[in-house]
T-cell receptor, first 109, second 114 residues
Framework: KQEVTQIPAALSVPEGENLVLNCSFTDSAIYNLQWFRQDPGKGLTSLLLIQSSQREQTSGRLNASLDKSSGRSTLYIAASQPGDSATYLCAVCADGLTFGKGTHLIIQP | NAGVTQTPKFQVLKTGQSMTLQCAQDMNHNSMYWYRQDPGMGLRLIYYSASEGTTDKGEVPNGYNVSRLNKREFSLRLESAAPSQTSVYFC?????????????FGQGTRLTVV
């Protein structure tokens, strides 16, 4: 059974810092990996999708990498802003999406 | 630009009552999903519909039924609600299940069973 782990569970950093969120998964037989953002009381917003054949994807200040063989993905956020405060979820796609429990990120002004 | 729309947004039920959660997508996606989100448990798949006319159980299907009404709509029914079904329910859709293209989520239904 696929298991997805996100480290750290919570992170608080000052505004302007670059930061890395980690995601690991146990079964490398995946179609793709997706990073989401969830604001309190809201739904999930898709940030980046990395196909299994890709190594990374970039969108603005966000960069996600994928190392399928080692079962790892990272989400890099450059020049963090208070508006980046949210919970970040990674999900691997095989038979449906399997989610990690998320990293709760707080960017201090 | 509606995407995935869920109704209702909030609901309080008494134990034993029934209700149906509605979901509709306007992206012409083939696959639709129902998840529940609980503190400390993350998101777990309840049921999915890989294509119109098919439905399959996910990780936590007990106590739920689903109907894929047409390509746009996928409903989740609780026949006899229990306090353990207190949760936030999310509907999602994607273009294809097998290739599991990008998934899009609704805003959620917050259900409390008392």
């Amino acid at each position: 059974k696929q298991e997805v782990t996100q480290i750290p569970a919570a992170l608080s950093v000052p505004e302007g810092e670059n930061l890395v969120l980690n995601c690991s998964f146990t079964d490398s037989a995946i179609y793709n990996l997706q990073w989401f953002r969830q604001d309190p009381g809201k739904g999930l917003t898709s940030l980046l999708l990395i196909q299994s054949s890709q190594r990374e994807q970039t969108s603005g200040r966000l960069n996600a990498s994928l190392d399928k063989s080692s079962g790892r993905s990272t989400l890099y956020i450059a020049a963090s802003q208070p508006g980046d405060s949210a919970t970040y979820l990674c999900a691997v796609c095989a038979d449906g999406l399997t989610f990690g429990k998320g990293t709760h990120l707080i960017i201090q002004p | 630009n509606a995407g995935v729309t869920q109704t209702p947004k909030f609901q309080v039920l008494k134990t034993g009552q029934s209700m149906t959660l509605q979901c509709a997508q306007d992206m012409n996606h083939n696959s639709m999903y129902w998840y529940r989100q609980d503190p400390g448990m993350g998101l777990r798949l309840i049921y999915y519909s890989a294509s119109e006319g098919t439905t399959d159980k996910g990780e936590v299907p007990n106590g739920y039924n689903v109907s894929r009404l047409n390509k746009r709509e996928f409903s989740l029914r609780l026949e006899s609600a229990a306090p353990s079904q207190t949760s936030v329910y999310f509907c999602a859709s994607s273009e294809l299940f097998e290739k599991n293209t990008e998934a899009f989520f609704g805003q959620g239904t917050r259900l409390t069973v008392v």
